[in-house]
């Protein structure tokens, strides 16, 4: 099949590419907007209290104001607010509010709300919409920010916004700037160590030029499917798309380009070379690709929303590029030619691959030292695993520069830590009666009673009389540990124990998503993760025809997750309130997935040199040998493509980029390159059981095909 798929697209260039260049056109008009949120709330089941708490709330309280923003109010000077402060904040409130900003239902000065040391007051600002993240409701906040800056001339006053939607638009004009940066930073690695590797400029740009169309398919479809799908993408999908199309593209073009060029050098004419090259190739680029698509779909089983369609974006990101790795990157060099190669001559000799030799020599000597000293290496980076702590506020991995960000640390140095964001306990009746005053005082009274509450709003009674809202603010920040392990601990048991009897009872607001999203997420490991890794499995005995050969495959790679995970937690744990939640599913997946793949590579060679008739140790060595530059090769792109996301100045990007860059280099060099080969010859023909028991070697050393499109040429120097 993959003969015959090489073969078309290699004499039928022009009808592929132009099949590519149609398609992208009609996923650009056609295709919806991909809308990214932060808001997690949107990504947790509807089961969840946080979220029956949004629909009780919108059902009882419809006409009730939505906070979008708050404006935090200080002197310019850091002084103590004057009467004149306070009425000129009055006038800046009464200014905007005469503008009428869509879907800004009222801005209004507060004269209660002064911090207790006089140094900051608020500007309140409420919207017409409960959802945070929308269009218009964006825009205007940021509308609201321009007007005030002009409102403040010459009062000495200072403004900065915060809350939801104005934490929303710095976010995504954040993601923006990160995204363009990513791309950026991304062209320019890639192309510069194809360059190197290649000395080719031609080489070095088609990839990149392939790679953009390519990302602009994706990206359709991905919007397309998300909506068909009812998913909303997190924020932060962008730059990890960009990093996994141009990274795994990168790889598989790569591994199509190294068989091609050693074909050439056997004499093949052109077209031939690339046919059979594609043809070979295709199997292993669809089993490499096969086993990281369907990792990536095992995040549909998430009961996060997040997580789920972070899962379906990335399949159809990796799905994407193994078409256009098996036609359009084909076609595109049978038009080329060898002019491909052009200045470099190199592609008509072959190089000598002295270290990866010596690498290979070793590998096969001395098995047991290789094992040992990898296995002992990963255990002890994956010890820092017992050190993980989660940090479930995605919103603290924010730039300190963004308004919002500085305008909240204001606000709380001035008020009470939960005052910006209180938890929402509502009381909805059950029997049809409305609820009894007395009671719900009484409830006022056990709720206050709560250690870890520094108050609690009386209750607001909804029309009908039939649900009551209370406003409880913590003594400690909404998105601190202690907060959410109050909310989900005591004052959720609280709220349920000492309700009036025939009430429904749910907590709500930013502190419970949190405590709900960990919920989520502790039971999406559970889950996750064993389903990713017999799908893995399932996957490589197919492709080995082997039993064994799994097992320690995933023994190695997770091994290569932990120690990973371990040294992330080392390096950014210190001096931080943790790292993302989702960096385990993150780093497993990717590390896990793509790990594999280089063992997949790897094992390959193995295998045919087996059954080639080589002994153990000859076959390991020219295994090694000639696999060895290409993962390395491979590895440095795909690590320095992820690499880049550490030059975000988003703690989440950052904690990602590293993590996956260490942990991609770290099953490439050590688990791939010597763990692998030295546990396969330590286990001889145990390790194909039960499919070398068909094997035939020819006993004559003649050396098959291999499936890894590696011919010992990447790497070396005599190009």
Do not use: C
Request: glycine share 10%; proline share 4%; no cysteine.
């Amino acid at each position: 099949m993959f003969r015959g798929i090489g073969r078309f697209s290699v004499n039928r260039p022009w009808l592929v590419v132009a099949l590519w260049l149609l398609a992208t056109t009609a996923l650009v008009a056609l295709a919806p907007q991909l809308k990214p949120t932060d808001d997690q709330a949107e990504f947790l089941p509807s089961h969840y209290e946080s979220v029956r708490a949004v629909e009780i709330q919108r059902d009882a309280f419809p006409q009730s104001r939505q906070p979008a923003a708050i404006g935090v109010v200080q002197r310019a000077d850091g002084g103590t607010l004057t009467e004149a402060d306070r009425k000129r904040t009055g006038e800046i409130a009464a200014g905007l509010q005469a503008e009428k900003f869509a879907k800004i239902t009222e801005v209004v000065a507060d004269p209660k709300a002064v911090s207790p040391d006089g140094k900051t007051a608020l500007v309140h600002v409420f919207a017409s919409t409960k959802t945070a993240n929308d269009e218009t409701l964006v825009a205007s906040v940021g509308d609201i920010r321009e007007e005030t800056a002009g409102l403040l001339s010459g009062s000495g006053l200072e403004v900065g916004y915060t809350g939801a939607t104005a934490t929303v638009l710095d976010s995504t004009e954040a993601s923006d700037s990160t995204d363009a940066m990513v791309m950026m930073a991304t062209l320019v690695l890639i192309i510069v160590l194809l360059l190197v590797i290649f000395r080719s400029p031609v080489i070095a740009l088609m990839p990149v030029v392939v790679i953009g169309i390519v990302f602009t398919v994706t990206m359709g479809v991905i919007a397309t499917a998300s909506e068909l799908a009812g998913m909303e993408a997190p924020a932060s999908i962008s730059a990890i798309l960009i990093v996994v199309l141009f990274g795994v593209g990168t790889d598989y073009t790569l591994f199509l380009l190294f068989r091609y060029r050693e074909h050439l050098r056997e004499g093949m004419p052109a077209k031939e070379a690339l046919a059979t090259a594609a043809g070979r190739v295709g199997e292993t680029i669809a089993s490499a690709a096969g086993v990281v698509i369907a990792a990536f779909l095992s995040l549909l089983l998430s009961s996060m929303g997040m997580l789920s369609s972070m899962g379906l974006a990335l399949a159809i990101a990796v799905a994407v590029t193994l078409l256009s790795a098996l036609t359009l990157v084909p076609a595109v060099f049978s038009l080329l030619g060898t002019k491909a190669f052009w200045p470099s001559k190199a592609w008509r000799t072959q190089p000598r691959n002295a270290l990866s030799d010596r690498v290979g020599s070793f590998a096969s000597r001395r098995p047991g030292v290789i094992a040992g000293v990898s296995g002992v290496v990963l255990v002890a980076l994956a010890m820092g695993v017992f050190g993980f702590k989660a940090e479930y506020d995605t919103e603290s991995s924010l730039p300190d520069t963004l308004e919002s960000v500085q305008a909240m640390e204001d606000f709380q140095t001035g008020f009470s830590a939960g005052q910006s964001d209180p938890t929402f306990v509502y009381v909805k009746s059950t029997g049809g009666a409305s609820l009894d005053a007395a009671g719900l005082k009484t409830y006022e009274k056990e709720l206050a009673g709560v250690e870890g509450v520094a108050q609690v709003a009386p209750a607001l009674v909804s029309p009908d009389g039939k649900v009551a809202q209370y406003a409880v603010v913590l003594d400690h920040r909404p998105t601190d540990d202690k907060a959410i392990d109050l909310v989900g601990g005591e004052l959720r048991e609280t709220v349920h124990e000492a309700a009036p009897k025939g009430t429904e009872q749910v907590v709500g607001g930013s502190t419970a998503v949190l405590t709900d999203v960990r919920t989520a997420v502790n039971r999406d490991y559970k889950l996750v993760f064993p389903i990713a890794a017999v799908a893995i499995m399932l996957i490589l005995g197919l492709m080995l025809r082997s039993l064994v050969a799994p097992w320690y495959l995933m023994i190695s790679v997770g091994l290569g997750f932990g120690g990973t995970l371990g040294a992330t937690v080392w390096l950014f744990q210190s001096g931080s309130d943790g790292l993302l939640f989702m960096l385990p599913v993150i780093v497993y997946l990717f590390v896990v997935a793509i790990g594999t793949d280089y063992n997949i590579l790897m094992v390959a060679r193995l295998r045919e040199e087996i059954n080639s008739g080589k002994e153990p140790q000859d076959a390991v060595r020219r295994a090694v040998t000639h696999s060895a530059p290409t993962i390395g090769a491979a590895a440095v792109i795909l690590a320095g493509t992820f690499g880049v996301l550490m030059l975000a100045d988003n703690a989440m990007l950052k904690q990602m980029g590293f993590a996956v860059a260490f942990g991609i280099l770290l099953s490439a060099f050590v688990t791939a390159i010597l763990l692998v080969p030295a546990v396969t010859t330590l286990l001889g023909p145990k390790a194909w059981w039960p499919g070398n028991r068909d094997a035939a070697p020819t006993g004559d050393g003649a050396e098959p095909a291999a499936l890894d499109g590696s011919d010992g040429l990447v790497g070396s120097r005599g190009r």
